[in-house]
């Protein structure tokens, strides 16, 4: 069994910065690759980031490119997204993820490939 806690939410103004973490239990957390996903209101879930197992190799929304960095420590299980630069439409409930399959090469965006999710933290944006 995979625990997934998110923090760092909260409400910000346009331009502002957050950083989001996800502190992972239960599971070799060193072996897996990370992703974040959010959702917002009236939307369908979608991809942010995500992060290989041993964090060579990343991936970014064509939207958050530029401002969002994702990133990893494994001596702490824990799994970060760098948000700068953020924009209303950013507003959501993030969810960070871990990915089914063990020393997975690269990574995958696809959310079914994720089988563990946390219980999301909100972001707003106000403008």
């Known amino acids: 069994q995979v625990q997934l806690v998110e923090s760092g939410g909260g409400l910000v103004q346009v331009g502002d910065s957050l950083r989001l973490s996800c502190a992972a239990s239960g599971r070799t957390f060193s072996y897996v690759g990370m992703a974040w996903f959010r959702q917002a209101p009236g939307k369908e879930r979608e991809f942010v980031g995500a992060?290989?197992?041993?964090?060579?190799?990343?991936d970014y929304a064509d939207s958050v490119k530029g401002r969002f960095t994702i990133s990893r420590d494994n001596a702490k299980n824990t799994v970060y997204l760098q948000m700068n630069s953020l924009k209303p439409e950013d507003t959501a409930v993030y969810y960070c993820a871990a990915d089914r399959w063990q020393f997975r090469s690269g990574v995958t965006v696809e959310p079914t490939n994720y089988d563990y999710w946390g219980q999301g933290t909100q972001v707003t944006v106000s403008s």
């Open positions: 992060i290989s197992w041993g964090g060579d190799s990343t």
